[in-house]
């Protein structure tokens, strides 16, 4: 069973960056896709950032300029570099891997890892 683990996470003032981890283990299918979610109270996750297995990424547009993903392959770990940030990036955040990335969603097999908090303050 795939496991993901977030890192990374807690408080900060607007303005400021902040960098997530995520650590990805044991995943049996090849994953052609990984992502950051984001979920606001009451709200559904949506998805911030997709990176695709040949390095393809998109991005939200409340997010394009200020965050970036990027992955190191080899040690299986995903990056949200997150910059400029604002209160209303106030959120959990969650890695997915998936066997496929449909625009910044996810398809096929896939898994999420547990959230991490990320508080931005005013």
């Known amino acids: 069973e795939a496991q993901l683990w977030e890192f990374g996470g807690g408080s900060v003032q607007a303005g400021g960056s902040m960098r997530l981890s995520c650590q990805v283990r044991d995943f049996g299918s090849s994953f052609a896709c990984v992502a950051w979610f984001r979920q606001y109270p009451g709200k559904e996750r949506e998805g911030v950032a997709v990176i695709e297995s040949g390095g393809a990424t998109r991005y939200a547009e409340s997010v394009k300029g200020r965050f970036t993903i990027s992955s190191d392959n080899a040690k299986k770990i995903l990056y949200l570099q997150m910059d400029s940030l604002k209160t209303e990036d106030t959120a959990k955040y969650f890695c997915?891997?998936?066997?496929?990335?449909?625009?910044?969603?996810?398809?096929?097999?896939?898994?999420w890892g547990r959230g991490t908090q990320v508080s931005v303050s005013s």
């Open positions: 997915a891997a998936a066997t496929g990335c449909s625009g910044l969603g996810l398809r096929g097999l896939r898994a």
